[in-house]
T-cell receptor
Framework: EPEVTQTPSHQVTQMGQEVILRCVPI?????FYWYRQILGQKVEFLVS????????KSEIFDDQFSVERPDGSNFTLKIRSTKLEDSAMYFC???????????FGPGTRLTVL | AQSVTQLDSHVSVSEGTPVLLRCNYS??????LFWYVQHPNKGLQLLLK??????LVKGINGFEAEFKKSETSFHLTKPSAHMSDAAEYFC??????????FGTGTRLKV
């Protein structure tokens, strides 16, 4: 069964550094999402992406965040200058045509020191 | 605006006894509702979904959920818990824009 994959599984970085989180979607999926889950809190929507542009973003998704699909396969989330409060598990999700079911990757645990 | 309330943050049951995880939703539109499970250090796995067909939805691993519009509820049940069911369960609502709105989760201990 096709799966969404994410790399790295765990990233440790210093405050102020840039990080890029990567996701490989299921091959025929057209809609892409990033969510995050701060430890002990609920999963929160960050951004949705369709047809090479952002469809919707949350208040969390400020100018420090960006998304792109640079090579038509990977879907990336970049945080330009990480803050301590960016420490969280980041989930990528992808969705095929004619459905509203999203399939989640295993997540990237980001730790900002 | 949409929202989801999971009424119990923790539920503890004995193996072989029934499971009930409660979820209430609020939505301005006809919602799609989902239950996802997250095992420790794993991603989110779809258990089942409701999309305005049958109100009783069967999912994987013996779980099912009943959509009750009058009560705005979508409770998750299983007749007999197994040790492997111990995990965190999330109720999710979506409509219109496709983004998921998650509940705060219920940690099931077996």
């Amino acid at each position: 069964e096709p799966e969404v994959t994410q790399t790295p599984s765990h990233q440790v970085t210093q405050m102020g550094q840039e990080v890029i989180l990567r996701c490989v979607p299921i091959s025929n999926h057209l809609y892409f999402y990033w969510y995050r889950q701060i430890l002990g809190q609920k999963v929160e929507f960050l951004v949705s992406f369709y047809n090479n542009e952002i469809s919707e973003k949350s208040e969390i998704f400020d100018d420090q965040f960006s998304v792109e699909r640079p090579d038509g396969s990977n879907f990336t989330l970049k945080i330009r200058s990480t803050k301590l409060e960016d420490s969280a598990m980041y989930f990528c999700a992808t969705q095929g045509p004619f459905t509203d079911t999203q399939y989640f990757g295993p997540g990237t645990r980001l730790t900002v020191l | 605006a949409q929202s989801v309330t999971q009424l119990d943050s923790h539920v503890s049951v004995s193996e072989g006894t029934p499971v009930l995880l409660r979820c209430n939703y609020s939505s301005s539109y006809s919602p799609s509702l989902f239950w996802y499970v997250q095992h420790p250090n794993k991603g989110l796995q779809l258990l089942l979904k409701y999309t305005s067909a049958a109100t009783l939805v069967k999912g994987i691993n013996g779980f099912e959920a009943e959509f009750k519009k009058s009560e705005t509820s979508f409770h998750l049940t299983k007749p007999s818990a197994h040790m492997s069911d111990a995990a965190e369960y999330f109720c999710v609502v979506t409509s219109g824009t496709y983004k998921y709105i998650f509940g705060t989760g219920t940690r099931l201990k077996v």
